[in-house]
Nanobody
Framework: QVTLVESGGGLVQAGGSLRLSCAASGSRSSINSMDWYRQAPGKQRELVATVTNGGGTDYADSVKGRFTISRDNAKNTVYLQMNMLSPEDTAIYYC??????????WGRGTQVTVSS
């Protein structure tokens, strides 16, 4: 079992920055990839960024060049640095991890609101 807790969300003006954190507890040593998803009102949840245990990263086209995902394995934490935020980035941001066994865990999410 893995428990994920997100933090760092809030209200920011367009053009501003936020850094989200996701701390993992439990059976952390078996975690393979960690991801950030987001869900805006009335829209489906979408993948924002992913980082593998080896440090490989990938991003949604809509956030490339603005968002950076990173992972501190010693702290069992994954971060999402978000720059040049726009109102279109407003959503609940969720952390997800996938273990080597194939099971998946989600955090409860953190709200990000970008005002114009």
């Amino acid at each position: 079992q893995v428990t994920l807790v997100e933090s760092g969300g809030g209200l920011v003006q367009a053009g501003g920055s936020l850094r989200l954190s996701c701390a993992a507890s439990g059976s952390r040593s078996s975690i393979n990839s960690m991801d950030w998803y987001r869900q805006a009102p009335g829209k489906q949840r979408e993948l924002v960024a992913t980082v593998t245990n080896g440090g490989g990263t990938d991003y949604a086209d809509s956030v490339k060049g603005r968002f950076t995902i990173s992972r501190d394995n010693a702290k069992n934490t994954v971060y999402l640095q978000m720059n040049m935020l726009s109102p279109e980035d407003t959503a609940i941001y969720y952390c997800k991890c996938t273990r080597y066994y194939g099971d998946v865990y989600w955090g409860r999410g953190t709200q990000v609101t970008v005002s114009s």
